[in-house]
């Protein structure tokens, strides 16, 4: 399996703040990495597809980039509703998830 | 508007078995590989198994195979996870989800139902 580490496991931000989420490979997956947003008891929300594409409806404050093993999901200016825990997931095998980014305002 | 909800979760005995059901409104269903996905409680998210849209293709995660069985029934629009041979760290909150395939094997989830709480004690 390839196992997905990401970084921080939680943080705390203001509002406005520029936030920004890594995740590591534990082999190339070259661009098949997705984000995830979860708010307490609901289901994930799927946030971007492909490193890089935003989902229908995603704000466009939300962002990813990165290739082969290393990625980073961006929060350009963080906003109340942004409370959640965020999860990236790579799609170049059976999938396996990262294991959590708690975001608190 | 997508919509998927899963029924059938609740609390089972240790060796006991389960079905989940996964039912759509808004897409037809039958146009779609979807999967099933848990989360332990306070845990992260393991995916469980896939079935393509005619539900020829299956394949499971290694945790699961042998005890538990995916199927879809297109006439209902729905998708069904039979689990069998329960064990205490069967214990989660299931998803289903609509799955866009893109590679022999990887996959991502662009909807998901809301979950269904299976507790195994």
């Known amino acids: 399996d390839i196992q997905m580490t990401q970084s921080p496991s939680s943080l705390s931000a203001s509002v406005g703040d520029r936030v920004t989420i890594t995740c590591r490979a534990s082999q190339r997956i070259y661009n098949y990495l997705n984000w995830y947003q979860q708010k307490p008891g609901k289901a994930p929300k799927l946030l971007i597809y492909g490193v890089s594409n935003l989902h229908s409806g995603v704000p466009s404050r939300f962002s990813g980039s990165g290739s082969e093993t290393d990625f980073t999901l961006t929060i350009g200016s963080l906003q109340p509703d942004d409370s959640a825990t965020y999860f990236c997931q790579q799609s170049y095998s059976f999938p396996t998830f990262g294991q959590g980014s708690r975001v608190e305002i | 508007q997508v919509q998927l909800v899963e029924s059938g979760g609740g609390l089972v005995k240790p060796g006991g078995s389960v079905r989940l059901s996964c039912a759509a409104s808004?897409?037809?269903?039958?146009?779609?590989?979807v999967s099933w996905i848990r989360q332990a409680p306070g845990k992260g998210l393991e995916w469980l198994s896939y079935?393509?849209?005619?539900?020829?293709?299956?394949k499971y995660a290694d945790s699961v195979k042998g005890r538990f069985t995916i199927s879809r029934d297109n006439a209902q629009n729905s998708v069904y996870l039979q689990m069998n041979s329960l064990r205490d760290e069967d214990t989660a909150v299931y998803f289903c989800?609509?799955?866009?395939?893109?590679?022999?094997?990887?996959?991502?989830?662009?909807?998901w139902g809301q979950g269904t709480l299976v507790t195994v004690s």
């Open positions: 808004g897409i037809t269903l039958s146009d779609y590989y």
């Open positions: 079935i393509s849209s005619s539900g020829k293709t299956i």
């Open positions: 989800a609509r799955d866009r395939p893109v590679t022999h094997d990887g996959r991502y989830f662009d909807y």
